[in-house]
T-cell receptor, first 113, second 116 residues
Framework: QQQVKQSPQSLIVQKGGISIINCAYENTAFDYFPWYQQFPGKGPALLIAIRPDVSEKKEGRFTISFNKSAKQFSLHIMDSQPGDSATYFCAARGRAGFQKLVFGTGTRLLVSP | GAGVSQSPRYKVAKRGQDVALRCDPI?????LFWYQQALGQGPEFLTYFQNEAQLDKSGLPSDRFFAERPEGSVSTLKIQRTQQEDSAVYLC??????????????FGPGTRLLVL
């Protein structure tokens, strides 16, 4: 049972372009939505996170857009750089007391020079 | 400061062998999680500790999987009678979170298990 659906599976973007990754969820008990970045051979690292009381959060070149009514959220990477080439995972977590993260299937991003 | 560390980084086991994977969380972190990541997939939750108490083990795939954190710090994930389908990367994460609060989970580099 996949509770968080992520697309696309892979993405190629030219240097300087915008990378967009989308996620959708079903469980309305989710109320915390982080994005993780993972390089080969490394563990996932938190990139940015949002709660559903806001529609957008920006940190540097990374922005999360959140649509509570549609149960969708997306990651935008502005001015994409070759160093951004990695796998990105969206995730969701339920209300306090339910600590586990439910991850999407991942998007492999390649930023071409 | 040091992050989450895991050992061994790589483990090759013959089918039927028992394995033990170790996780050293960030010092002072109360919560500890184990996830399993199959090739090309996202991490999947296995189990959760708050201090030494195992509060959620709903993700453990079978009774061959056992986890412990006896002193509320280091944790060990043990897999008995390994099967080929157990081949995956096992990730450990820790966070400061107490029950009722939500905090960032910091992941270790993982242990890559290959069962032949």
């Amino acid at each position: 049972q996949q509770q968080v659906k992520q697309s696309p599976q892979s993405l190629i973007v030219q240097k300087g372009g915008i990378s967009i990754i989308n996620c959708a969820y079903e469980n309305t008990a989710f109320d915390y939505f982080p994005w993780y970045q993972q390089f080969p051979g490394k563990g996932p690292a938190l990139l940015i996170a949002i709660r559903p009381d806001v529609s957008e959060k920006k940190e540097g070149r990374f922005t999360i857009s959140f649509n509570k009514s549609a149960k969708q959220f997306s990651l935008h990477i502005m001015d994409s750089q070759p160093g951004d080439s990695a796998t990105y995972f969206c995730a969701a977590r339920g209300r306090a007391g339910f600590q586990k993260l439910v991850f999407g299937t991942g998007t492999r991003l390649l930023v071409s020079p | 400061g040091a992050g989450v560390s895991q050992s061994p980084r790589y483990k090759v086991a013959k089918r039927g062998q028992d394995v033990a994977l170790r996780c050293d969380p960030i010092s002072g972190h109360v919560s500890l999680f184990w996830y399993q990541q199959a090739l090309g997939q996202g991490p999947e939750f296995l189990t959760y500790f708050q201090n030494e108490a195992q509060l959620d083990k709903s993700g453990l795939p079978s009774d061959r999987f056992f986890a412990e954190r006896p002193e509320g710090s280091v944790s060990t994930l043990k897999i008995q009678r390994t099967q080929q389908e157990d081949s995956a990367v096992y990730l450990c994460a820790s966070s400061l979170a107490y029950r009722g609060q939500q905090e960032t989970q910091y992941f270790g580099p993982g242990t890559r298990l290959l069962v032949l």
